[in-house]
Structures are given as C-alpha cells and as structure tokens.
C-alpha cells in the first residue's frame, strides 16, 4: 500500500484543518487507518484511528472533541478533521494502515504532512 498524505499547512490557533491521506496499491477497506504525529523533538504518537468500516474509532485524550476520523473506501481515502487547533498541535502529521490500533501494528506509513499552528 502506498500512502499520500496533503492538507497540511499555517494556520492560526483556534482555526481548522483537514488532513486526506490516499492509499494505492492494495484493498484499502481491509485495514485499519490511523494518524501518527511527531512534534520536533518528541516521538512520533498516536492521533486517531478507525476500523476499516468505520464502525470503531479511537483517540487521543489530547485531540478528543476537537479532531475526528473518518474514511470514505470508495476513495481510498482517510481523513483528519483537525477543529479548535492549539499551538501543541503543530508537528508532522502521518498517516497509516495496518491491522491495529498502535504504531507497532501499523504495516505502512505515508510521508507526512506538515501542521503548524501559530499562537
């Protein structure tokens, strides 16, 4: 599975975002989605996942009721609807497919994009 990851850029604290990740290669409705983070000089981390029908989402306490998940298989395509965004938001924004919800379980990873936030 090859992943593109765009929508990321400048934007104000408060404002929004959304982040699209596209997948090629292989069934993209048989694997679990994610969206991994990494601010500059911290790890990469965990942001959201979804279950490959939708029907399961997961969050980090640090984005929950501001950001939301979703994906549309007919598009191969997931998404990052990033609301109320803080300057802690800024980082790399990864995408990822795999068959869990942790980085470890995640088989492929796209090549980032860039959010800043400014205050």
């Known amino acids: 599975v090859q992943l593109q990851a765009f929508g990321g850029g400048l934007v104000q604290a408060g404002g929004s975002l959304r982040l699209s990740c596209t997948a090629s290669g292989r069934t993209f409705s048989s694997y679990v989605m994610g969206w991994f983070r990494q601010s500059p000089g911290k790890e990469r981390e965990f942001v959201a996942t979804?279950?490959?029908?939708?029907?399961?989402?997961y969050y980090a306490d640090s984005v929950k009721g501001r950001f939301a998940i979703s994906r549309d298989n007919a598009k191969d395509t997931v998404y990052l609807q990033m609301n109320s965004l803080k300057p802690e938001d800024t980082a790399v924004y990864y995408c990822?497919?795999?068959?869990?919800?942790?980085?470890?379980?995640?088989?492929?990873w796209g090549q980032g994009t860039l959010v800043t936030v400014s205050s």
């Open positions: 990822a497919a795999g068959f869990g919800t942790t980085m470890p379980s995640m088989r492929y």
């Open positions: 979804i279950s490959w029908s939708g029907g399961s989402l």
